[in-house]
T-cell receptor, first 115, second 112 residues
Framework: DTGVSQDPRHKITKRGQNVTFRCDPI?????LYWYRQTLGQGPEFLTY????????KSRLLSDRFSAERPKGSFSTLEIQRTEQGDSAMYLC?????????????FGPGTRLTVL | GEDVEQSLFLSVREGDSSVINCTYT??????LYWYKQEPGAGLQLLTY?????DMKQDQRLTVLLNKKDKHLSLRIADTQTGDSAIYFC????????????FGAGTRLAVHP
């Protein structure tokens, strides 16, 4: 068990470009979450997958954002036509959902800077 | 909607106790969490408390829950420099998906 991994760790892009982030959850964790954290704030929920099904999306997830988890394992988060306001840390978390305390294990995050 | 509030900054002397406070609005959560975030590291679950408990002690950590006032606190005894981090109170909002609602975080600075 190597924990939740995210790639890349840092991404600098110009406004208007598309970016894609990847999250590899802990193996056999069927639940996967994406959060966004801006400077000085706590993480905010973006979206949730149970296996390959995307079951909830936050209103923060505009049409420019899309997330997938095609085989119920890794997940990708794509941002199209990036804006400066998209600059943030994007966090992925996973959990098995079969324990009383449903601990979410977080990855190290991908820090996005939009110039 | 659900909301979680925390004070933003706390400075303590090494060896003293630290108390980090949190208030929440959602009352249906089965439990509440404290997460810790260190520079360059991911969020880690520090401790939790079930909503039917008033207090939980775990080594140097004591969690107090006042359900009437919707107030949660984390006390760290004998605070060390290694405790310097950002501490987040988190409320799983329920609905079957347990998405976490985080406070803004309290930055704990421990000085000699």
């Amino acid at each position: 068990d190597t924990g939740v991994s995210q790639d890349p760790r840092h991404k600098i892009t110009k406004r208007g470009q598309n970016v894609t982030f990847r999250c590899d959850p802990i193996s056999e964790h069927n639940r996967l979450y994406w959060y966004r954290q801006t400077l000085g704030q706590g993480p905010e929920f973006l979206t949730y997958f149970q296996n390959e099904a995307q079951l909830e999306k936050s209103r923060l997830l505009s049409d420019r954002f899309s997330a997938e988890r095609p085989k119920g394992s890794f997940s990708t988060l794509e941002i199209q036509r990036t804006e400066q306001g998209d600059s943030a840390m994007y966090l992925c978390a996973s959990t098995s959902g079969d324990r009383v305390i449903d601990e979410q294990f977080f990855g190290p995050g991908t820090r996005l800077t939009v110039l | 909607g659900e909301d979680v509030e925390q004070s933003l900054f706390l400075s303590v002397r090494e060896g003293d106790s630290s108390v980090i406070n949190c208030t929440y609005t959602d009352s249906s959560s089965t439990y509440l969490y404290w997460y810790k975030q260190e520079p360059g590291a991911g969020l880690q679950l520090l401790t939790y408390i079930f909503s039917n408990m008033d207090m939980k002690q775990d080594q140097r950590l004591t969690v107090l829950l006042n359900k009437k006032d919707k107030h949660l606190s984390l006390r760290i005894a004998d605070t060390q420099t290694g405790d310097s981090a950002i501490y987040f109170c988190a409320d799983p909002s329920g609905g079957g998906y347990n998405k976490l609602i985080f406070g803004a975080g309290t930055r704990l600075a421990v000085h000699p």
